[in-house]
């Protein structure tokens, strides 16, 4: 049987190329970028033009990239890092309630030392609007940390207008840009954003590598300490092959990004519009027009994600129900929530988020399988006579 991978916002198959330009880095390129010798000067160079190139792409100065251990570490180290460095000058942070549990649960654990945190309500398609971000403003306030877009149901926030309220009220603004780093075009200066989390995974990269940017100017607090490594900004000896493996998977995401975009907004439009025409009882979640190229959020009513994830699977098709964090779990999403949709119905979320390896064919074999899926399940759910 055939597997079809369509949870491409929970991680990405690496690009065959992107592993070539890792290898040599990983065999006899193994120097340390900080040793003085020829091994160290052949890692630096590798990681001086990985650097150049990633902030170029996103528009910044290669000083204000710090390599990180992923879009997690990248988060956590922008939040905590902001915070510490201006506990004198205020004690509040205002971040919203969608965002991803590395910035939520950084945002709780500052809680826990007496920071204030305003979680902000988003609308009913996961919008966060900029009028509430400049109301939740106090003289407190120190950050502000709103994603870029919403891994779970695609949406893309209005990040340059809630930057300007940010900036006009002096306060930093971090941004989340897991989901859109690699996928639509990014640029920090367009933005306006004084710092953004990235990582490579989510663009056919390797695990376990990402970065965090920083304006020029803005102090953060390290968060881990040790040698020297990232200007003092982050230590530890530098992943210098997933590094390169990064630069390079950005470099061909970016080239490639226009005719990507295309095809895999295609590929989504068309497995939307099936779902919606062939099902009953389906809501799609997130916006008509601001969301991610790749995803597809539905809710099916009288149904549980989790059995319609089991059954899909069987049939070869891999998908996820939320976020790769949250299932396994028995809470509903807090995004859907949060975008005020009722547990029961927060219950039979299926996210469907596609690719560029994906085809049209596939899309046609899942609007074949899915249909007989849902009813199925409905016949024999103790809440499916309700539907009949
Ligand atoms: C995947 C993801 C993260 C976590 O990144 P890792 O590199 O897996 O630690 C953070 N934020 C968002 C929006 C993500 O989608």
């Known amino acids: 049987m055939e597997k079809i991978y369509l949870d491409h916002a929970a991680t990405t198959p690496m690009r065959p190329e992107v592993l070539d330009a890792m290898l040599p880095y990983l065999k006899d390129r193994f120097g340390n970028p900080s040793s003085i010798h020829s091994f160290g000067r052949e890692a630096r160079k590798a990681l001086d033009e990985a650097r150049d190139k990633i902030a170029a792409i996103i528009g910044a100065g290669p000083d204000e990239i710090i390599f990180t251990s992923g879009g997690t570490e990248a988060d956590n180290s922008a939040i905590k890092g902001i915070a510490l460095a201006r506990r004198d000058k205020g004690n509040h942070i205002i971040t919203s309630s969608i965002e991803h549990h590395a910035v939520l649960d950084s945002c709780k654990a500052l809680e826990k030392q007496g920071f204030k945190v305003t979680y902000l309500p988003v609308d009913q398609y996961g919008l966060v609007r900029?009028?509430?971000?400049?109301?939740?403003?106090?003289?407190?306030?120190?950050?502000?940390?709103?994603?870029?877009?919403?891994?779970?149901?695609?949406?893309?926030?209005?990040?340059?207008?809630?930057?300007?309220?940010?900036?006009?009220?002096?306060?930093?603004?971090?941004?989340?840009a897991v989901q859109t780093v690699g996928q639509i075009p990014v640029n920090v200066e367009d933005l306006g954003v004084d710092m953004l989390s990235l990582s490579a995974h989510k663009f056919y990269g390797p695990k376990g590598v990402g970065a965090l940017y920083v304006r020029k100017g803005v102090r953060a607090l390290p968060f881990m300490h040790g040698g020297g490594q990232e200007r003092g900004r982050r230590a530890g000896t530098e992943n210098v092959p997933g590094i390169v493996g990064m630069a390079y998977a950005l470099e061909l995401a970016v080239k490639e990004m226009d005719e990507n975009i295309k095809k895999v907004s295609g590929l989504r439009d068309a497995l939307i519009r099936g779902v919606t025409e062939r099902i009953d009882h389906v809501r799609v979640n997130g916006h008509p027009v601001k969301r991610l190229p790749g995803n597809a959020s539905f809710c099916f009513e009288f149904v549980e994600g989790e059995s319609i994830l089991l059954n899909l699977d069987m049939k070869g098709i891999a998908g996820s129900s939320g976020s790769a964090c949250t299932s396994g779990s028995l809470e509903p999403s807090h995004v859907l929530l949060a975008m005020g949709l009722p547990h029961e119905i927060a219950h039979g979320s299926l996210r469907l988020t596609l690719g560029r390896d994906n085809t049209m064919e596939q899309v046609r074999y899942v609007l074949d399988v899915l249909p007989e899926i849902i009813s199925k399940l409905r016949s024999m759910s103790p809440f499916g006579r309700t539907a009949q």
């Open 130 to 176: 900029p009028e509430d971000v400049r109301s939740a403003i106090t003289d407190e306030t120190i950050l502000i940390s709103i994603m870029h877009a919403n891994n779970e149901v695609g949406t893309i926030e209005p990040i340059a207008e809630i930057a300007r309220v940010a900036r006009e009220k002096g306060v930093y603004f971090h941004t989340d």
